[in-house]
């Protein structure tokens, strides 16, 4: 239950990182960024909440997504 609630802390930081966007014309390396936080909740320490430089191209509405695929994936095993 204790790793229930942290997973759910780290993602709701997550959440709260992506409201900034960038202005970059590049398009981002969406699968970089889902590894990185998925790498990011499995080393899970802390309070890491800090947004995975892989995202930082990544739009909020993208990592919204990832972060709730991740979540659910999480609470299901």
Do not use: H, N, W
Not at 16 to 24: F, L, R
Not at 37 to 51: A, H
Not at 60 to 76: P, S
Request: glycine share 2%; with cysteine.
């Amino acid at each position: 239950m204790r790793t229930r609630t942290a997973i759910t802390a780290v993602l709701l930081a997550l959440v709260a990182t992506t409201a900034a966007c960038s202005s970059s014309s590049d398009k981002p390396d969406l699968a970089a960024c889902k590894a990185a936080l998925e790498k990011q909740v499995k080393e899970f320490k802390g309070t890491q909440s800090k947004r995975p430089d892989a995202c930082d191209d990544v739009d909020a509405k993208t990592m919204d997504q990832y972060i709730q695929e991740i979540f659910d994936d999480q609470t299901t095993k």
